[in-house]
């Protein structure tokens, strides 16, 4: 490792939707953040490590924060997520600041507004520049938005479709402090297998169940072994903080609960690469949102 290499941690930040757990695993090149249409599916800090010949970033994912949500506002959860967001700037050497290319809201201004003092280290991503049109529509976006907005670049790109994350990597590459790497080569993720099939299995759930329902439900991976076949045997339960929320995602004569356990199945073999048997409980545990306690046993963690 030549003495110019470079290593550093990139925060990547933005209102709920905005598209960060999909540009964390465009970037890394594996699927390690879960993805859904609904806002508020990331609730974690998760490392995705982009290791080159010259340099190593370290990309955090973070829970989009969204001020309307007045129902969340309160709960631990909530506030988890809220203090893993402003943790995980402070602890960033860049910042990517992500927006809907050609979408300015105010919670967009207000984020940029708590990144003022950290502006020289932040870039601002307009994600989404596929739904934009032709290339020179972007022109007059990028115009009003170095004036609201003075960081310290500014990067259109495409998340899903893959568009300039060359671009993006070569702009993040010139701002990582000179150093060693932070994590050996050939680790993507500080996260383990647990917590990435009980994701896997969430997200599932976030597509299958509507409305408030997503929010009132976790999942633990509390078994992950071999069975007698020596397929993966998992066992998970999906915790819900009510009986009706609970019937709601069993559903009628169990359909939903199949349809979820189905669509994780198939992830789930492509994840652990062999057989998978995978079994599903759904209860309830009141209050879990709120407590402490139950989110550091449910596998939350507490700053
Ligand atoms: N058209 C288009 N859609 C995108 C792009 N990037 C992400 N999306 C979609 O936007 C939606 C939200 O994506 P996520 O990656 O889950 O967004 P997020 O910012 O992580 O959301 P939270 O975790 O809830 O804060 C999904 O339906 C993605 O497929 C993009 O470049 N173009
Ligand atoms: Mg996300």
Redesign the pocket.
Known sequence: MSDDFRSGYVAIV?R????????LNALVGEKI?I????????RHRILGILNRETDQAVFM?T??LQKTLKRNRKRALHRLMAKTMNQTIADADVILM?IEAGKLTSEDRNLANLLKDRANDTLLVL??V??VGPRTALLPILESMSVELPLSAFVP?????GINLEGLIKEVAGRLPQGPALFPPGVLTDRSSYFRIAEIIREKLFSAVHQEVPYGLTVEVEYLGRNEENQWLIHAVIWVERVSQKLIVIGKGGKVLKTVGQAARRELIEFLNDRVHLELWVKVREHWSDSVRDLQKLGYDLP
């Open positions: 933005g709920p939707n905005v598209g960060k757990s999909t540009l953040s993805v859904s249409t609904k806002p508020h599916t990331t994912d829970p989009g992500l994600n989404k596929d739904m790109i495409s998340a899903r479709k």
